[in-house]
């Protein structure tokens, strides 16, 4: 098959990787920048133009499309499906799991596990939406944020109420959230292939960082799921629409908690903490499905 990897950059380790396994299992793989990429409208004949030629004969794609061009990213993804080429991930799923906030109220109607959350219009009453999460410590997060970037523990109620007032004086949409004590300072993330678990992985923050992102000097280790998280993640990744997610979750004292799930996990961290090939997983799915 020819299988084409949307990725800006090809020397990324996940971009890499896939093509490394694609290849082993004697696939012709290619990288495509998906910000390079025309789209042409045409009646019954869309198509995408890359790099002066008309995109043809792909069989699928995977896209590892970046936060900031997700909006083009999942035009580009659109476009593939109207050639009825396979994706990985449908273009539809890729926008519902980059609202942050629109995937946290389709995973609560689920009935899955979340930390308490609250949203407003720049509401001045931010005492008040701190009582409805619990009160101090919250953690305030810029609904554009990724990989721990925009992500603030408020220890305080004065410290919250300080974040929440300068975010909203920037006109910025944040959500505040319950602070989970007991998970101190770690995370799970499940990577959910297929509607299979293929391989999960606990995330610790570094000292004195409540953050555990891997990009913000965390450490990840191999674990093994409980039935609850497993079944957790799967539900997760299946309500969203998503056959390949890195689904996020806390250890709390009420069961597993759903902080987010990223529709371009990273392979680097999971394959390094579960010694799993992850890449040769997500290339055996497009196997079983074109």
Same mark, same amino acid.
């Given at each position: 098959?020819?299988?084409a990897i949307?990725?800006?950059n090809?020397k990324?380790?996940?971009t890499?990787? &896939?093509?490394?396994?694609?290849?082993?299992?004697?696939h012709d793989?290619?990288v $495509?920048?998906h910000?390079?990429?025309d789209i042409?409208?045409?009646?019954?004949?869309?198509h995408i133009?890359?790099?002066?030629?008309?995109?043809m004969?792909i069989?699928?794609?995977?896209?590892r499309?970046? #936060? #900031?061009?997700t909006f083009? /990213?999942?035009a580009?993804?659109r476009?593939?499906?109207?050639?009825?080429?396979?994706?990985?991930?449908?273009?539809?799923a890729? $926008?519902r799991s980059r609202?942050k906030?629109?995937?946290?109220?389709? &995973?609560s109607r689920?009935?899955l596990?979340l930390?308490?959350t609250?949203?407003?219009?720049y509401?001045?009453d931010?005492?008040?939406?701190?009582?409805?999460?619990?009160?101090?410590?919250?953690?305030?997060? &810029?609904l554009?944020?990724?990989q721990?970037v925009?992500?603030?523990?408020?220890?305080?109620?004065s410290?919250?109420? #300080?974040?929440?007032?300068?975010?909203?004086?920037?006109k910025? +949409?944040?959500? $505040?959230?319950q602070f989970?004590k007991?998970?101190?300072?770690a995370d799970?993330r499940?990577?959910v292939?297929?509607n299979?678990?293929?391989?999960?992985?606990? +995330?610790?923050g570094?000292d004195?960082e409540?953050?555990?992102?891997?990009?913000?000097?965390?450490t990840a280790s191999?674990?093994?799921?409980t039935?609850e998280?497993e079944?957790?993640?799967l539900?997760?990744?299946?309500?969203?629409?998503l056959s390949?997610?890195?689904?996020?979750?806390?250890?709390?004292?009420?069961?597993?908690?759903i902080?987010e $799930?990223? #529709?371009s996990? /990273?392979l680097?961290?999971i394959?390094?903490?579960?010694?799993?090939?992850?890449?040769?997983?997500?290339?055996?799915f497009i196997?079983?499905?074109?």
């Amino acid at each position: 098959m020819k299988i084409a990897i949307l990725s800006k950059n090809p020397k990324l380790y996940s971009t890499s990787r &896939l093509v490394e396994a694609g290849k082993k299992r004697g696939h012709d793989m290619m990288v $495509v920048d998906h910000s390079k990429c025309d789209i042409i409208i045409e009646k019954k004949n869309p198509h995408i133009i890359y790099q002066g030629k008309q995109l043809m004969g792909i069989d699928a794609v995977i896209p590892r499309i970046g #936060s #900031s061009i997700t909006f083009y /990213g999942a035009a580009v993804v659109r476009q593939f499906e109207m050639m009825k080429v396979f994706t990985t991930v449908e273009s539809q799923a890729l $926008v519902r799991s980059r609202d942050k906030l629109r995937s946290m109220q389709i &995973l609560s109607r689920s009935g899955l596990g979340l930390p308490k959350t609250g949203f407003t219009n720049y509401s001045k009453d931010v005492n008040g939406l701190i009582n409805q999460v619990g009160g101090a410590p919250v953690v305030i997060k &810029l609904l554009e944020g990724t990989q721990g970037v925009g992500v603030v523990l408020a220890e305080t109620r004065s410290a919250a109420e #300080s974040v929440l007032e300068a975010f909203n004086g920037l006109k910025a +949409r944040v959500i $505040v959230q319950q602070f989970v004590k007991e998970s101190s300072g770690a995370d799970i993330r499940a990577f959910v292939v297929d509607n299979v678990v293929v391989g999960a992985m606990k +995330r610790q923050g570094k000292d004195g960082e409540f953050r555990s992102n891997l990009h913000r000097g965390g450490t990840a280790s191999l674990i093994e799921l409980t039935e609850e998280e497993e079944n957790a993640a799967l539900k997760a990744a299946r309500v969203l629409g998503l056959s390949i997610a890195g689904v996020d979750m806390l250890q709390s004292n009420s069961g597993p908690m759903i902080m987010e $799930v990223n #529709s371009s996990p /990273g392979l680097q961290g999971i394959e390094s903490a579960t010694k799993k090939d992850i890449a040769a997983s997500i290339i055996k799915f497009i196997e079983r499905s074109v």
